[in-house]
């Protein structure tokens, strides 16, 4: 894989649901599929999250497979106030895993001090990171490959944006309705025409899920 490439991971409920009504989402998918993904973590020179993913999981987002030694890639949050605490599992291990938080904000010392590179970037909308801004700032880094692990708003962002190259959909046999929170937010389509369009590219079975693979049109 070289060049930027932008993948969006999805694992969802049949229905593409990500979580119950209350939040309830450990686990929709089965071990297997948590296996699959992190394989394709360290594909990737970076994996991306909401800060709403961050603050309600407290996620490592680090590869975690049996006798794998191998480069971890770079753990990147959209935080445009710099909510992340101190001792969630990302600053405490930023000295260690590079980790960066993108702000609207200049840099907050308290996670500049613990090792978190924050990198300030222009908002846009209800003060949302602008994320071709956001593209930019990390290609300068040198994490050209993403690897978009949501949740919802995060995915639509990507969507609405045009930056989704693939998408990486892992799919649970259950069914949550409608209640539930959706895998991908709101795109504001004005019609069929204006939905971001992608090909199958392969279909198979993982543990008992379905894992899909995508690839922009």
Request: hydrophobic fraction near 45%; proline fraction near 6%; include cysteine.
């Amino acid at each position: 894989m070289s060049g930027a490439c932008v993948t969006l991971k999805l694992a969802s409920s049949l229905d593409g649901r990500i979580a119950t009504a209350s939040g309830e989402s450990r686990w929709i998918t089965s071990e297997a599929s948590r296996e699959a993904v992190h394989r394709l973590r360290a594909e990737y020179d970076a994996v991306l999250v909401g800060a709403e993913t961050a603050l309600a999981d407290d996620p490592e987002l680090t590869v975690r497979l049996p006798g794998y030694n191998g480069r971890q890639p770079a753990r990147v949050v959209l935080d445009s106030r710099q909510r992340l605490s101190p001792v969630c599992k990302l600053v405490a291990t930023a000295r260690e895993i590079p980790t960066y938080v993108v702000s609207t904000t200049p840099p907050e010392p308290l996670l500049v001090d613990a090792g978190v590179r924050v990198l300030q970037v222009r908002a846009v909308g209800e003060d949302r990171p602008e994320l071709k801004a956001v593209m930019e700032r990390l290609a300068a880094e040198g994490l050209h490959r993403l690897f978009v692990e949501g949740g919802g708003q995060v995915a639509a962002s990507f969507l609405r944006c045009g930056l989704v190259d693939r998408i990486e959909w892992f799919r649970a046999p259950i069914v949550i309705g409608g209640e539930g929170r959706p895998a991908v937010g709101a795109l504001a389509l004005a019609g069929l025409a204006d939905a971001p369009q992608f090909r199958r590219s392969e279909v198979r079975d993982v543990g008992v899920d379905l894992w899909e693979r995508y690839e922009r049109v």
